[in-house]
């Protein structure tokens, strides 16, 4: 079974611009989540994405933004880039539909590596 | 505000000797805890996870970690370690289903294993 998969691996862009980040989920998952691991904040939180619309976002601006697609693919897009946005960003899958009862596990693609010069 | 804490920045331990990352927590309501492990320009893996029953849980790669509701614990241990074994292992506590469903997570502990 194939797992999350990310692209691009690597994203080089300048202040002020704009970066797409994609994710794939695991097949069968409808959740997708987005987290940011900053150098000296850690992981954090970013977005959840359910049967295609934002469920909750952690403690970020409105210029990072995402979607879901039908197929429950999920951009994230960070816009009027900042130094400070340079990070790993990771995306994660799970079953737990909108209304689950149970927790499930997130599993966890292999990044992308957003620099911002 | 739920929260996760990682007393230790790294630990390092002998090939072949048992190992303990600790992990403490702090939640309102019933704790949903994990455990993950990032290698080096990876993202992270899953290890296991307490939801509920046993306070011993086991997970991959010969990983286990015990649940103390008293001391507000789930600390990772593995009774022998590797040299592969080295890494950076997060704990990680988790909204119910109802709720954000987002992982806050520890600070992280790198485990380093000596030859």
């Known amino acids: 079974e194939a797992g999350v998969t990310q692209s691009p691996t690597h994203l080089i862009k300048t202040r002020g611009q704009q970066a797409t980040l994609r994710c794939s989920p695991i097949?069968?998952?409808?959740?997708v989540y987005w987290y940011q691991q900053a150098l000296g904040l850690g992981l954090q939180f970013l977005l959840w994405?359910?049967?295609?619309?934002?469920?909750n976002r952690g403690n970020f601006p409105p210029r990072f933004s995402g979607r879901q697609f039908p197929n429950y693919s999920s951009e994230l897009n960070v816009n009027a880039l900042e130094l400070e946005d340079s990070a790993l960003y990771l995306c994660?899958?799970?079953?737990?539909?909108?209304?689950?009862?149970?927790?499930?596990?997130?599993?966890f693609g292999p990044g992308t590596r957003l620099t911002v010069l | 505000a739920q929260s996760v804490a990682q007393p230790e920045d790294q630990v390092n331990v002998a090939e072949g000797n048992p190992l303990t990352v600790k992990c403490t927590y702090s939640?309102?309501?019933?704790?949903?805890l994990f455990w993950y492990v990032q290698y080096p320009n990876r993202g992270l893996q899953f290890l296991l996870k307490?939801?509920?029953?046993?306070?011993l849980v086991k997970g991959s790669y010969g990983f286990e970690a015990e649940f103390n509701k008293s001391q507000t614990s789930f600390h990772l241990k593995k009774p022998s370690a590797l040299v592969s074994d080295s890494a950076l292992y997060f704990c990680?506590?988790?909204?119910?289903?109802?709720?954000?469903?987002?992982?806050?997570f520890g600070s992280g502990t790198r485990l380093q294993v000596q030859p």
């Open positions: 994660a899958s799970s079953s737990e539909g909108l209304m689950a009862s149970t927790t499930d596990t997130q599993y």
């Open positions: 097949s069968g998952h409808t959740s």
């Open positions: 994405y359910d049967e295609g619309e934002e469920r």
């Open positions: 939640v309102s309501g019933n704790p949903y």
């Open positions: 307490y939801i509920t029953g046993d306070n």
């Open positions: 990680a506590v988790r909204d119910p289903p109802t709720g954000r469903r987002a992982l806050t």
